[in-house]
């Protein structure tokens, strides 16, 4: 069962990722998933039609873990990321990005970063914080429902001006044509 998914994301200077884990620990935020590298492959029929229609359907590995998630279109009128998530567990990741490749589909784009994951509660909700470390940047993403984003956001005096509504591969392909060294590509299906 899908649900909507809240979020922003905060660009930030990479040697503050270590105050920022530190004020959430001040904060009382528990760690979900210590720092580890997350690799993801996004996946699309040949005409490219899931990026063109705005979707996602991309599988991640983070840890021992791997996610197969379906993401719909973002709302255009909200100043957070609004969209319709689906996502499921998978116990190997190899069988399925071999099931997606005989439906048709194939790896459009594949990128890595390094990921931890804390939450916090405030006000009585969850807020999910991922401080994301990429070769285009820092980040900050915050999920949860949006008062409670709100206040997280204030918490560290980040106003609406610093939220980055770009996707990681619209940022790495944006990079990349700056003449950055990227690890973000697309490849055939079957390595």
């Not at 609004?82 to 190899?94: F, H, K, L, P």
Request: net charge negative; charged share 30%.
């Amino acid at each position: 069962m899908g649900h909507l998914e809240t979020e922003v994301k905060i660009s930030v200077d990479p040697a503050g990722l270590l105050q920022i884990r530190s004020r959430l620990s001040e904060l009382g935020a528990r760690p979900l998933a210590e720092r580890a590298k997350e690799e993801n492959l996004l996946f699309d029929f040949p005409d490219h039609r899931l990026e063109r229609e705005g979707y996602a359907l991309r599988l991640r590995a983070y840890g021992e873990e791997s996610l197969l998630t379906f993401k719909g279109k973002a709302r255009e009128d909200s100043r957070l990321k609004e969209r319709e998530e689906i996502e499921t567990q998978v116990s190997d990741g190899v069988a399925t990005r071999e099931l997606l490749c005989s439906l048709g589909l194939g790896v459009s784009f594949r990128y890595a970063k390094y990921r931890e994951i804390l939450e916090l509660f405030l006000s009585g909700e969850k807020v999910v914080f991922c401080l994301d470390e990429t070769p285009v940047g820092a980040f900050v993403e915050i999920e949860g429902p949006e008062a409670a984003i709100d206040e997280a956001v204030a918490l560290f005096g980040w106003g609406s001006d610093s939220f980055v509504r770009t996707n990681y591969v619209k940022l790495y392909r944006e990079g990349a044509e700056e003449g950055g060294e990227l690890s973000g590509s697309s490849l055939p299906c079957r390595e």
